[in-house]
């Protein structure tokens, strides 16, 4: 008995051993994926301050977002870009498509592809999204005006991006099984507001700054163990 409790207690230091260095493993990946978001952002946004002096780019590296303001891309109520907004964007696709190709592989063959040193962590997904403020729009008796609004915005850029740059929807995950298209589309209406420091939406008088477009920039993060070992299973047949 007392050699059957010894042996219960090996196997349960084994595997407390094993599941301490998965998390660790786990975690040390997400720290560097959040690192080479930090460092992409920070490029873009030096890219973009450079090519586009004047225009007032965010960056927030905790949530991955580059935020493009509204008054540089469209007029009010406007949903289809100003001449400025489509000058603006063709110069973001053309640095996009410098950047992202390093943090991304590519389904065509005669794609963009990364001009430096690869990233070991991968983009899982750039969504553009669209943002108004919560004044209703003149007209509007369905209440969905805003929400429409945004989602036609952040359609209009997604194009004007792919537009200017085709290779850019023909970047994945990275995944060699299921390669995923990176860019997507979203429209939140006001329902996402700039916040302050404390969480709080932006009082009235600085509610210009919710009419936005944003990038967010979500990484790979590390797969379950079954996940893993199914996605080896199919890569091998």
Known sequence: ?????????????????YFAVTFKQKEDYLVGAGEARKK?????????????????VVIDTE???LRLPEEVLFESNEFELSP???AAIKTVADILADRLPCYTKSIDPNGLRCAGQEESHKIDTLLVEGHTDGDPIRGDLTGLGNL???ARRATRTYLALTQAQPGLDKLTNGDNVHPTPVLGVAGYGPH?????????????AE???????DLRFIMVTPKSDAAQQASKMLSSR
């Open 84 to 86: 400025r907004g489509q």
């Open 1 to 17: 008995m007392s050699d059957m409790l010894v042996g219960l207690l090996f196997v349960f230091i084994i595997l407390l051993v």
């Open 148 to 150: 429409d609004l945004s």
């Open 207 to 213: 509610k210009a700054r919710h009419r936005r477009i």
């Open 40 to 56: 992409l952002l920070e490029q873009l946004e030096k890219d973009i301050e450079h090519k586009l002096p004047g225009v007032d």
């Open 63 to 65: 949530t991955g977002i």
């Open 192 to 204: 996402r507001p700039v916040t302050d420091n404390s969480g709080r939406p932006l009082p009235d």
